[in-house]
Each structure stands twice: as structure tokens, then as C-alpha cells.
């Protein structure tokens, strides 16, 4: 039993312990399989190196905030370029230029660095690069002048300075004939360096002392000093001064209510909305010696008309009630230009020849202030704005519109683009702004109180507009053109010509004749150079009606602010006449 123990034994071998293996099929191990496909590791690491690499090289964009990796030096400074357009001739995109001939890069360079470069190129022909460590331009001549600038001074130069300088200092000696010391010379805080130094040795010229003169020579001295002090006496005149008086022509200055002279009537009122065309004369004014110039109505009621005179003397009229002269204001000693009453016509302004601006007191005759800048005003104009009747604006022969506080006398403004002398100034856009002409012929509109103009008006066909007037409704400015005709203009933002508006048939060429609207605005008027006064439908541009006014020019027209179809002239006659 032993034996056969042992030989069941033998042929186990090993495995004698496990029963269950004897049993058990055989294990054939099968090779690992994985769905995955092979991955080439190297390519893999060749890209990601590859595009760290193109991000670390690549310029930065200029339009971004946050950068992810710290860029290169020269990165940082890559100039930027756009990308290649197909259309453009250098390949660089419209929206990247800012130059004619494709974008250029800033740089800080110091002023004496650029000029240094810039006169040693045009001297040399060659200048350092900015951008880069080396020289653009003629290198030959770079290496044959050593690189030097026009500022470095070269070293033979230098050498033949120091030995200039040797035998000047051997040949300098003082009073006393001993050798100034080397020392001293150099020292700037010396006595010595001072006196040598006190001409600029590039001067080439030796200091001459001022000898006496002779007599021939004292004489032209004193002579031109006397001519400059003329001149300049004669620039700093202001407007030439004349004694202010003024005479009432009328009964009494106040009626038994104690009511002023200038007080309107009561019972004053618009008679009709709808204005007419005059056809006869009614009365005729005449007590100016010469032409006048300009007329004015009494504000919002009529019964009072204003005139300049070319005799130097302006007057006031009755127009409701005797037709007589009120009042003669006599304070220019030149002829008048221009008049303008106040929003309530308690006082009026008048501008002379003699330069001078007057504010008068119309009831009492009384002059308040005078204005002048020693030039010739041409035109007056108050601010229509109720709190702002004490700014004054002239426009003058200096071409200027210089704008005063009467209340303190000071000049607050000028308004200084014009190129020739100032004709107009008309208030728009409630007060806002004002346009103005000029024999420059062009229109220029301003925002008040603000020099700087915010709308120019010069076309090749347009001529000088002496007189302008506002459309009642605000919106359209008539300008009387010296052309022989009336163009018309919006006070809308653009400012822009009406083509469809144009009215002819007066000759008005070399004349500044007013042109002026009915109340109503259905109308329009103008005087001519040959003494007639010209009616307009404005909405046809029909001339309606014409009369014969005057002998002469008819310069200016006015239409009465209540009585509605009555007009009152005036001309280079002297006459005014009321129709």
C-alpha cells in the first residue's frame, strides 16, 4: 500500500495537495486586447511643444487686457501688422492706417536726440536708427567721418580749439603785463573767465562802444522820436470827443397828468392783422440838412420814429399826432451810421464816424455812457433778452464784433474771424445766437457770448450783404445782396440758402439798402439806388407794388409796427416820408 502511495505520489509531483486540479480543464492564457487605438506619444509632445513655442514667438494683440504668459522683450515691442487686404496697394487694411502711406509706429524720442539725428543726416547722410543698434544712409560716409554727429565736435577740431585757445592765453596779459594765471581762466567763478567770456566766441566781432553823437545825428533822433510819439498818440485817440447836447422842439417835455413827451398813447392798438400795401404819401418829415442814413420806430406802439443823420445829428419824430420834431440829440461831430431803441425805447444807441458808440436817454436827452475802441462801428445791436439789455454788441471797421457790459463800461467779448469790416448783427434761435456779414462777403453765425464761430457761410457766387432782417415767424433771414437781389436764408441749424426764395428787380448794387418784412410777414420791402421802394409777395416773390420815393438813394424802409399798411422811407435827400 505504501509503494503504491508513493508512486501515485511520484506522478503528482508537486501539485499532490490539490485533488480538484486532477479535474479541471487546462488554461491556455490569451493575449490583453484594448478598444483604444495606439496613440503616437511622440507626435503628441512635438505639438504641444510646437504650440507653446508659436505662443511664446507670436506678437501680442493690442487690443487685449489680460496676457496668460509672460511675453518677450520682443514681443512687447512687435510693431503691428495688419493683415494682407486684397484691395489695397500695400496690403495693409483701410482701418489700420493712420498715415497716407500705411500706419507708422510712435516712438519717445527726445527732441534733441530727433534733431541731432535729423540735421546730421541731411549734413551727412547718415542718422542713427531708433528701432534698431545701427545707422541707415551712406554707410561709407559713417565709417569715414567715425560716426560723428553734427553735434560732436571732431577730434582734430578739438585739437585745433585747445592750441587757439593755448595762444590766446600766452598772448593775454593784464594791465600790468604779467600772464593771467591758467587756473583762473578755466574757473567759471573767476574775475578772469567772466571778462573772457563775456562775448561769444562764434560772435566775430569786436564790441563797439557807443561814441557821442554829432549833431546831423542828434537831430534825426529827435526828430524820429517826435514822429513815433505822433503816431503812436495818433493810434491810441480814442473816438474824437465833441460836447453832448440835445434840444426839445416840442410844447412840454410832460402833459398836465404829468405824463412824458415819450409816453405812448393809451388807446394804441394793431388796427388790423392783415397788412396792405401804401399807395399815397401821407406826410413827409424834413429837417435834416443831409441824407439819412437810418430810421427807427418806437418799440411795439410806432407813435415816435427815430432818424440818423448824415449832418451829425440824430432826431426823434411825432408820428400819431403834430408830425413835428420832438427832439434833436446832438453828440456826434461826424456823420451818425447806425441807431437802435432798447426793448422799451427809453433809450437808444447811435454809432458814428467819429468812433464813438452814444447811449442816450430818449425823454431827456442826456448821454448815459460812451463807448469806443477807436475804430469806426458800423452797427449796433443790444441782446433782445430782457434780463440782458445791458450787453452791447458793435460791429466794427477793425473787423470785430466787440461786445460791452454798459453797466460797468468794459469790453466782456470780441469776436475776431471776419475779414473785412462787420455790416450786421441779427439775433436768432430766441437770442441764442447771432449771424453776422461782412464785406468779406460771408456770413458767420456765433453762439452769444462764445468767440468762436459755429457755422461759415462763403459761397463763390455770393456778394457782401449789407443789411439783414428776421422773417416775424423766426425762421428765415432776408439778406439784401449786393447783386440786385434778396436771398434768403433758415436760422435752422444748418443755416442753409432757401433757392426757391429769391427776390429781384431793384437795383440796390453799391447801396446798403434795409430790407425789412411787414408785421405780418406776407411782405416784403426794400428800398433802391434810385429812390424807389420795392414790395415782394413772399410766398410768389412777385414784386407787388413799386413807388417812387425819394430823389436818390432810398436807404432805408420801416414798416409801422401797429397801423399796419403805413410804411415810413427814408433817403440821401434828407427827407423822411410816411406812407
Known amino acids: 500500500m505504501d509503494l503504491l502511495l508513493s508512486s501515485y505520489a511520484d506522478e503528482d509531483g508537486p501539485n499532490h495537495g490539490s485533488s480538484d486540479t486532477d479535474s479541471s480543464p487546462t488554461r491556455i492564457p490569451l493575449p490583453s486586447k484594448s478598444?483604444?487605438?495606439?496613440?503616437?506619444?511622440?507626435?503628441?509632445?512635438?505639438?504641444?511643444?510646437?504650440?507653446?513655442?508659436?505662443?511664446?514667438?507670436?506678437?501680442?494683440?493690442?487690443?487685449?487686457?489680460?496676457?496668460?504668459?509672460?511675453?518677450?522683450?520682443?514681443?512687447?515691442?512687435?510693431?503691428?501688422?495688419?493683415?494682407?487686404?486684397?484691395?489695397?496697394?500695400?496690403?495693409?487694411?483701410?482701418?489700420?492706417?493712420?498715415?497716407?502711406?500705411?500706419?507708422?509706429?510712435?516712438?519717445?524720442?527726445?527732441?534733441?536726440?530727433?534733431?541731432?539725428?535729423?540735421?546730421?543726416?541731411?549734413?551727412?547722410g547718415y542718422a542713427a536708427d531708433p528701432s534698431e543698434n545701427r545707422y541707415v544712409g551712406d554707410v561709407v560716409g559713417f565709417e569715414k567721418n567715425d560716426g560723428i554727429t553734427v553735434y560732436n565736435i571732431p577730434q582734430h577740431e578739438q585739437k585745433k580749439r585747445k592750441l587757439e585757445k593755448k595762444k590766446e592765453m600766452m598772448e593775454d596779459t593784464d594791465e600790468n603785463g604779467v600772464v593771467v594765471d591758467e587756473v583762473e581762466v578755466?574757473?567759471?567763478a573767476s574775475e578772469t573767465w567772466l571778462m573772457n567770456n563775456?562775448?561769444?566766441?562764434?560772435?566775430?566781432?569786436?564790441?563797439?562802444?557807443?561814441?557821442?553823437?554829432?549833431?546831423?545825428?542828434?537831430?534825426?533822433?529827435?526828430?524820429?522820436?517826435?514822429?513815433?510819439?505822433?503816431?503812436?498818440?495818433?493810434?491810441?485817440?480814442?473816438?474824437?470827443?465833441?460836447?453832448?447836447?440835445?434840444?426839445?422842439?416840442?410844447k412840454e417835455e410832460k402833459d398836465y397828468?404829468?405824463?412824458?413827451?415819450?409816453?405812448?398813447p393809451k388807446d394804441a392798438k394793431a388796427s388790423n392783422d392783415h397788412c396792405y400795401i401804401p399807395k399815397k404819401l401821407v406826410h413827409t418829415w424834413s429837417g435834416h440838412t443831409k441824407g439819412v442814413s437810418a430810421i427807427r420806430f418806437f418799440p411795439r406802439h410806432g407813435h415816435l420814429?427815430?432818424?440818423?443823420?448824415?449832418?451829425?445829428?440824430?432826431?426823434?419824430?411825432?408820428?400819431?399826432?403834430?408830425?413835428?420834431?420832438?427832439?434833436?440829440?446832438?453828440?456826434h461831430n461826424k456823420?451818425?451810421?447806425?441807431?437802435?431803441?432798447?426793448?422799451?425805447?427809453?433809450?437808444?444807441?447811435?454809432?458814428?464816424?467819429?468812433?464813438?458808440?452814444?447811449?442816450?436817454?430818449?425823454?431827456?436827452?442826456?448821454?448815459?455812457?460812451?463807448?469806443?475802441?477807436?475804430?469806426?462801428?458800423?452797427?449796433?445791436?443790444?441782446?433782445?433778452?430782457?434780463?440782458?439789455?445791458?450787453?452791447?454788441?458793435a460791429g466794427m471797421s477793425d473787423k470785430k464784433i466787440v461786445q460791452w457790459d454798459m453797466n460797468s463800461g468794459q469790453i466782456t467779448q470780441e469776436y475776431d474771424q471776419h475779414l473785412g469790416a462787420v455790416n450786421t448783427i441779427t439775433f436768432v434761435d430766441d437770442n441764442r445766437r447771432f449771424v453776422?456779414?461782412?464785406?468779406?462777403?460771408?456770413?458767420?453765425?456765433?453762439?452769444?457770448?462764445?468767440?468762436?464761430?459755429?457755422?461759415?457761410?462763403?459761397?463763390?457766387?455770393?456778394?457782401?450783404?449789407?443789411?439783414?432782417?428776421?422773417?416775424?415767424?423766426?425762421?428765415?433771414?432776408?439778406?439784401?445782396?449786393?447783386?440786385?437781389?434778396?436771398l434768403i436764408y433758415s436760422t435752422r441749424e444748418r443755416f442753409q440758402l432757401?433757392?426757391?426764395?429769391?427776390?429781384?428787380?431793384?437795383?440796390?448794387?453799391?447801396?446798403?439798402?434795409?430790407?425789412?418784412?411787414?408785421?405780418?410777414?406776407?411782405?416784403?420791402?426794400?428800398?433802391?439806388?434810385?429812390?424807389?421802394?420795392?414790395?415782394?409777395?413772399?410766398?410768389?416773390?412777385?414784386?407787388?407794388?413799386?413807388l417812387k420815393c425819394h430823389d436818390g438813394v432810398c436807404i432805408g424802409s420801416a414798416w409801422h409796427p401797429l397801423e399796419q399798411s403805413k410804411v415810413a422811407t427814408c433817403g440821401w435827400d434828407g427827407l423822411i416820408k410816411y406812407w
Not at 504650440?51 to 494683440?61: F, I, N, R, V, Y
Not at 517826435?226 to 422842439?249: I, Y
Not at 432818424?307 to 420832438?326: E, H, Q
Open 335 to 393: 456823420a451818425v451810421r447806425d441807431i437802435y431803441f432798447t426793448n422799451d425805447g427809453t433809450k437808444f444807441l447811435s454809432a458814428g464816424y467819429d468812433k464813438n458808440i452814444k447811449y442816450w436817454d430818449t425823454e431827456t436827452g442826456q448821454v448815459i455812457s460812451t463807448f469806443s475802441t477807436g475804430k469806426i462801428p458800423y452797427v449796433v445791436r443790444l441782446n433782445p433778452d430782457e434780463d440782458k439789455q445791458n450787453i452791447l454788441l
Open 305 to 331: 420814429i427815430l432818424s440818423a443823420g448824415m449832418d451829425t445829428k440824430v432826431k426823434i419824430w411825432d408820428v400819431f399826432n403834430s408830425g413835428k420834431c420832438m427832439r434833436t440829440y446832438m453828440g
Open 257 to 264: 397828468q404829468g405824463r412824458s413827451w415819450t409816453a405812448p
Open 436 to 486: 453776422t456779414s461782412s464785406d468779406d462777403k460771408s456770413l458767420r453765425v456765433w453762439e452769444f457770448g462764445i468767440p468762436v464761430v459755429i457755422k461759415y457761410i462763403s459761397e463763390p457766387h455770393m456778394h457782401s450783404m449789407p443789411s439783414i432782417s428776421l422773417h416775424p415767424n423766426n425762421n428765415w433771414l432776408a439778406c439784401q445782396s449786393l447783386d440786385n437781389q434778396i
Open 35 to 124: 478598444a483604444a487605438p495606439k496613440v503616437d506619444d511622440t507626435m503628441l509632445s512635438l505639438t504641444v511643444s510646437g504650440q507653446a513655442h508659436s505662443q511664446a514667438h507670436k506678437p501680442l494683440d493690442p487690443t487685449q487686457h489680460i496676457v496668460s504668459f509672460n511675453p518677450t522683450y520682443d514681443q512687447l515691442w512687435t510693431p503691428i501688422v495688419g493683415p494682407s487686404h486684397p484691395y489695397a496697394k500695400d496690403g495693409l487694411a483701410q482701418g489700420l492706417r493712420n498715415h497716407k502711406l500705411g500706419f507708422v509706429e510712435n516712438a519717445s524720442i527726445e527732441p534733441f536726440v530727433f534733431d541731432e539725428q535729423y540735421n546730421t543726416y541731411y549734413k551727412f
Open 186 to 188: 578755466e574757473n567759471p
Open 498 to 546: 432757401n433757392k426757391k426764395k429769391r427776390f429781384t428787380g431793384h437795383i440796390v448794387a453799391g447801396y446798403a439798402c434795409q430790407v425789412n418784412f411787414s408785421p405780418d410777414g406776407r411782405f416784403v420791402m426794400s428800398g433802391d439806388g434810385e429812390g424807389r421802394c420795392w414790395f415782394w409777395d413772399w410766398k410768389s416773390c412777385k414784386v407787388f407794388r413799386t
Open 198 to 250: 563775456r562775448k561769444s566766441p562764434w560772435a566775430g566781432k569786436k564790441e563797439w562802444v557807443q561814441g557821442e553823437l554829432t549833431e546831423e545825428q542828434k537831430k534825426y533822433a529827435e526828430e524820429h522820436a517826435k514822429k513815433k510819439a505822433e503816431k503812436e498818440g495818433v493810434e491810441r485817440e480814442k473816438g474824437e470827443s465833441h460836447l453832448d447836447k440835445s434840444t426839445f422842439h416840442g
